[in-house]
């Protein structure tokens, strides 16, 4: 059982992913923004993050900077429902994002990429 951390302003979306993931086995921590999930990730790392960007108080792109500058083994799935700026799921792959999700979900892939993450 993998310990992962969802950070999404959305709490619709959390409860979607605490029920996926943990349906699939794994315990599940969530934080409202990037500054509680930055917190929470120092006081316990988590094996995996699962982000949104656009987020109140800390965005998700300067949360993946900040992890990956302070912990050079996070492993980070960042997620975006902004169709209009495509480009932020790429920033967040240069800045760490190992894998990318547009909004709404696929949680089929989502939980693939998760199980890949934890394998690797």
Do not use: C, W
């Given at each position: 059982m993998a310990t992962i951390l969802v950070i999404d302003d959305e709490e619709l979306i959390r409860?979607?992913?605490r029920s996926a993931l943990e349906g699939a086995g794994h315990e599940v921590i969530e934080a409202r923004n990037g500054r509680v999930g930055l917190?929470?990730?120092?006081?316990?790392?988590?094996?995996?993050?699962?982000?949104?960007?656009?987020?109140?108080?800390?965005?998700?792109?300067d949360m993946i900077l900040e992890l990956t500058r302070g912990f050079l083994n996070v492993k980070v799935i960042a997620m975006s429902g902004v169709q209009s700026e495509e480009n932020v799921l790429d920033v967040a792959k240069l800045l760490g994002a190992r894998q990318t999700f547009h909004?709404?979900?696929?949680?089929?892939q989502l939980l693939t990429a998760v199980r890949y993450e934890l394998a690797h």
């Amino acid at each position: 059982m993998a310990t992962i951390l969802v950070i999404d302003d959305e709490e619709l979306i959390r409860t979607l992913l605490r029920s996926a993931l943990e349906g699939a086995g794994h315990e599940v921590i969530e934080a409202r923004n990037g500054r509680v999930g930055l917190e929470l990730y120092r006081q316990r790392p988590a094996d995996l993050v699962i982000t949104d960007i656009l987020m109140p108080e800390l965005n998700g792109l300067d949360m993946i900077l900040e992890l990956t500058r302070g912990f050079l083994n996070v492993k980070v799935i960042a997620m975006s429902g902004v169709q209009s700026e495509e480009n932020v799921l790429d920033v967040a792959k240069l800045l760490g994002a190992r894998q990318t999700f547009h909004k709404p979900l696929n949680l089929q892939q989502l939980l693939t990429a998760v199980r890949y993450e934890l394998a690797h």
